[in-house]
Antibody, heavy 118, light 106 residues
Framework: QVQLQQSGAELAKPGSSVKISCKAS????????ISWIKQTTGQGLEYIGY????????YYNEKFKGKATLTVDKSSSTAFMQLSSLTPEDTAVYYC???????????WGQGASVTVSS | DIQMTQSPSVLSASVGDRVTLSCKAS??????LDWYQQKLGEAPKLLIY???NLQTGIPSRFSGSGSGTDYTLTISSLQPEDVATYFC????????FGGGTKLELK
């Protein structure tokens, strides 16, 4: 079955960057677009953007342009999201999610917690 | 930006009740809406896509409807395992989640 396995929790300093991974298994990697979603207690769920795993094309929510960078490594069936210039407002759980179309996310990773604190 | 408003924010209901959750968009979203269920400590799970299409493996007591700006998720007979927070998600223009409805047992 389709599985998305995310990397572990991150503790980062303000101004630094983190890179979260999302390893796919159980299906042909390039048949699913991978989306990334941010969840905080205060702001709820926010859609960051998605990557077409076949072409590498990326599509971002305006709010996250310049904050998030999405990439893939097809050889390892892994998607990545780098978050840069971290601030405490980036503290959240970040999910990767996959679907044959990006807007219908039928498989989700378990979430990766990012805490930004000095 | 399209805003998605869910109501109520908290809903208490009894096992067996018919439950209706509402999601209202700030403009017409042409049925480009999904519903997700999130149980405590878990990732969200797709229930309904494109307004009224039941995802494979989801019980038939879940259904979706709507058009224009107004959308509804209905649970025909509430079960204890349905306790969760439910989110709508629009992708007609950009992408926006609703704030969620927390469903509790009475």
């Amino acid at each position: 079955q389709v599985q998305l396995q995310q990397s572990g929790a991150e503790l980062a300093k303000p101004g630094s960057s983190v890179k979260i991974s999302c390893k796919a298994s159980g299906y042909t990697f390039t048949s699913y677009d991978i989306s990334w979603i941010k969840q905080t207690t205060g702001q709820g769920l926010e859609y960051i953007g998605y990557i077409n795993t076949g072409s590498g094309g990326t599509y971002y929510n305006e709010k996250f342009k310049g904050k998030a960078t999405l990439t893939v490594d097809k050889s390892s069936s892994t998607a990545f999201m780098q978050l840069s210039s971290l601030t405490p407002e980036d503290t959240a759980v970040y999910y990767c999610a996959g679907g044959m179309v990006p807007d219908v996310m039928d498989a989700w990773g378990q979430g990766a917690s990012v805490t930004v604190s000095s | 930006d399209i805003q998605m408003t869910q109501s109520p924010s908290v809903l208490s209901a009894s096992v067996g009740d018919r439950v209706t959750l509402s999601c209202k968009a700030s403009q017409n979203i042409n049925k480009n809406l999904d519903w997700y269920q999130q149980k405590l400590g878990e990732a969200p799970k797709l229930l309904i896509y494109f307004t009224n299409n039941l995802q494979t493996g989801i019980p038939s007591r879940f259904s979706g409807s709507g058009s224009g700006t107004d959308y509804t998720l209905t649970i025909s007979s509430l079960q204890p395992e349905d306790v969760a927070t439910y989110f709508c998600f629009q992708y007609n223009s950009g992408w926006t989640f609703g704030g969620g409805t927390k469903l509790e047992l009475k």
